[in-house]
């Protein structure tokens, strides 16, 4: 790839990252994260947890995006990692909940197509303080 060319596709993927923190989980707005039609993701808090991954932009629309826009209080975007492969990028944020209350600490891994669209997420948090309010 052409120094230009990665470049871009660096800033891309930095864009990306960010953008679905502030934009996508800060805003409400799904329609915001560019999603691969056949998407999957792992999280925590999807049912069957991590180890089950939700397939479809149609699927994670209705099973996981659903509740988050009313539990989503203030977001902070620390850093954006992307790999030497271009091929991924992570972002590292604070996540504010509203109920019960608290910051989940969270990193999020996305594999990202030569279209921008986001194929592969996983979330990396400690679900407890939602699970197990104290």
């Known amino acids: 790839m052409a120094t230009t060319d990665v470049t871009k596709r660096r800033a891309q993927l930095h864009a990306i990252a960010r953008n679905y923190v502030t934009e996508g989980l800060g805003k ?5 994260i ?5 998407v999957s993701i792992r999280a925590p808090l999807c049912p069957g947890g991590s180890a089950a991954p939700l ?3 149609e699927k994670l629309r ?3 995006w659903a509740p988050l826009p ?16 271009l091929t991924a990028v992570t972002v ?6 509203i109920e019960p209350a608290c910051t989940l600490r969270i ?8 279209f921008g669209k986001i194929t ?12 197990n309010p104290s």
Request: glycine content about 6%; aromatic content about 16%; proline content about 3%.
């Open 55 to 57: 397939a479809g932009k």
């Open 107 to 114: 990193v999020d891994r996305f594999k990202v197509n030569a």
């Open 70 to 85: 009313q539990l989503i209080g203030e977001v902070q975007v620390f850093d954006t990692y992307v790999n030497d492969d």
């Open 28 to 32: 409400g707005n799904f329609d915001a």
């Open 120 to 131: 592969e997420q996983e979330n990396f948090f400690d679900p407890r303080d939602v699970t």
């Open 92 to 97: 590292e944020f604070h996540c504010g909940i």
């Open 62 to 64: 209705e099973v996981w």
């Open 34 to 38: 560019p999603y691969d039609d056949n």
